[in-house]
């Protein structure tokens, strides 16, 4: 195992390298504060292919992200204080450095790194609450780790989640939603105007799960999949964490923001 410390805002931030499948690695970057034992970690799965080479640019110096970053990592600071610690997850250095695959993200493989994974995580909380979220096609990995896993993990949010198939994959379009018997709950902006993750497909989830609908932000600054647009929740991430963190939390939570 490898650990690299970084750089902190209030939290302190660590990428931390472990063995997983044979002659495979995966990094994550832990975020939390140095001397609280948090009540919940948050195992995150940014969108897109899921790479973001942690090891490789924490080795190269401070890890630094513009404000375009994926909303998971944008936010990760949100996740962090006396209550909460954050795991950003990497893709496998068997997926680096073009990142996952939808079919891996859907694979045995995928779930065997992330068990052990969750193993390292209880080691040092292990009296913490874990919960996986997922945004964009991050929701692939959590839908099929919320199936899989089954008690290992505590719930489940899945954000502005991918019900559609599109030149990238299959997404969630075929995926069984019946088979997850964790907490779920989700997270979708009605003005969600990428094709992949339309509002729709997350309306017909909520007959299954809770849903927190989200309106409003900051006017687009990217495309309608990317980051600074209302599928990222620009401009609304204290809003947004807030409702996911009193859910984590068994407390009451907005259903509609603003």
């Known amino acids: 195992m490898l650990a690299v410390a970084v750089t902190a805002h209030a939290a302190s931030e660590e990428v931390i390298t472990i063995p997983t ?24 799965f940014p969108g897109g ?23 998971l990592i944008r936010a990760r600071a949100q996740f962090a204080d006396a209550d909460f610690a954050d795991v950003i997850v990497d893709a496998p250095s068997d ?11 859907l694979s045995p493989e995928h779930a065997a790194d992330i068990r052990a994974l969750l193993g390292d995580v209880r080691k040092r909380f292990p009296d913490a609450r874990v919960y996986l979220i997922g945004t964009s096609r991050g929701t692939i990995s959590v839908a099929m780790l919320a199936a899989s ?41 009605r003005q969600d105007g990428c094709f992949t993750s339309p509002y729709t497909g997350a309306e017909r989830l909520s007959k299954q799960f809770p849903l927190v609908s989200v309106s409003g932000g900051d006017a687009p600054q990217t495309g309608p999949c990317e980051p600074l647009s209302p599928h990222g929740y620009t401009g609304l991430d204290a809003e947004v964490t807030k409702a996911v963190r009193r859910w984590m939390l068994g407390r009451d939570y907005a259903h509609e923001i603003p």
């Open 149 to 189: 896993l089954g008690d290992a993990v505590q719930g489940a949010v899945l954000s502005s989640t991918v019900t559609k198939r599109d030149r990238m994959g299959p997404s969630l379009s075929a995926f069984d939603f019946s088979t997850i018997k964790i907490p779920v709950l989700l997270l979708h902006h």
């Open 95 to 105: 997926q680096l450095p073009n990142g996952m695959s939808d079919e891996f993200r």
């Open 21 to 44: 499948r044979e002659g495979v690695t995966l990094s994550y970057l832990l975020v939390r504060e140095p001397a609280a034992v948090p009540k919940v970690v948050v195992v995150s």
């Open 49 to 71: 292919t899921g790479a973001i080479n942690l090891a490789k640019r924490a080795a190269a110096g401070p890890l630094k992200y513009g404000p375009t970053v994926n909303f």
